[in-house]
């Protein structure tokens, strides 16, 4: 989330990505009420612009989706922050039939970096 801010900060248009609907319209909440902060950080250029994109990176469809979606609506991708990721919990497998840190971790960001 702060990476997000940070780069808003600075001008970027910013697509982050969610694991599911709800979690997007939270995000949005989240990120227009700490855009319209009146505190003004240095370097803070405004104006800001985001959207969110659903992207579930324990189902290899979902990153098949969002990559298609992303480049039909952004023809250009300047910076990627691959930063999402899972640690620890008990032996699950996804959709895919990948251990989920491997392929939530690995696997997908692989796939969404050679797709974009």
Do not use: W
Request: net charge negative; hydrophobic share 45%; aromatic share 8%.
């Amino acid at each position: 989330f702060e990476t997000v801010v940070g780069l808003l900060n600075r001008g970027a248009h910013v697509v982050a990505t969610c694991r599911d609907e709800a979690s997007c319209r939270r995000t949005a909440t989240e990120l227009t009420a700490a855009c319209s902060a009146p505190e003004v950080a240095p370097g803070d250029v405004r104006p800001r612009s985001f959207s969110v994109m659903p992207l579930d990176l324990s189902s290899l469809d979902s990153v098949r989706k969002f990559s298609a979606d992303f480049v039909a609506l952004y023809p250009d991708l300047d910076t990627l922050v691959a930063n999402a990721g899972v640690m620890g919990g008990p032996f699950t497998q996804t959709v895919d039939g990948f251990e989920a840190n491997l392929q939530v971790n690995y696997l997908a960001h692989f796939l969404l970096i050679n797709l974009l």
